[in-house]
């Protein structure tokens, strides 16, 4: 009997394609109707370089969605919890507002809905859009290619072919949260 394929569902971000356009933001706000001041995707500024080489690298900062994510093992009430998909998910119902997987998340991307007042993140638009087998919105809407979402588990998927031949990263390896996001640094010139 042939096992059912269990997708893990991660994101590659190249941040040499990323223009700091905002398109993802603009697209997670929509998609997701957050209220104003708050949105499940953020793009950061970083600069780098020396001076006269300095330069603003766009960094797009949605749930890095942890193997072993901080979230879940502080939630008192198992509202957070990690999908068999990898997908980290908050069920409202459950949520206390307690602010705990706030406090542990180490990459700043969760938050207390002001009108529901329960804890949010970013999910992929696992209900919206993964759910008809769609992209998620920033995803979709990124006109730069910058942002790529696909099954880490299935090495013929573009994500998976992206981490065999990029040397993308993971941010703060040393926590061993395991994000399922990853980024492409930019590449640095040498001078």
Not at 33 to 40: L, N
Not at 99 to 109: E, H, L, R
Not at 136 to 156: E, H, I, Q, T, W
Request: aromatic share 6%; charged share 25%.
């Amino acid at each position: 009997m042939e096992e059912s394929h269990v997708p893990h569902w991660g994101m590659v971000i190249d941040l040499a394609k990323c223009v700091g356009c905002d398109s993802c933001t603009v697209a997670c706000k929509a998609e997701n109707r957050t209220p104003p001041g708050v949105t499940y995707n953020v793009v950061l500024e970083q600069e780098t370089g020396a001076y006269p080489n300095v330069r603003i690298e766009a960094i797009p900062r949605p749930c890095m969605q942890c193997e072993n994510p901080a979230c879940v093992s502080v939630c008192p009430v198992s509202a957070t919890y990690r999908g068999d998909d990898g997908i980290v998910v908050i069920d409202a119902d459950r949520c206390i507002g307690c602010k705990y997987c706030i406090a542990a998340c180490p990459y700043n991307v969760r938050f207390i809905n002001p009108q529901t007042r329960v804890a949010e993140n970013c999910d992929f638009c696992l209900h919206s859009k993964l759910a008809k087998g769609e992209n998620p919105a920033c995803v979709s809407k990124c006109r730069y290619g910058a942002l790529a979402f696909g099954d880490l588990n299935d090495p013929n998927s573009y994500v998976a072919k992206l981490l065999d031949v990029k040397d993308a990263v993971r941010v703060r390896p040393d926590l061993g949260t395991e994000p399922s996001l990853r980024y492409i640094p930019v590449m640095k010139e040498k001078i």
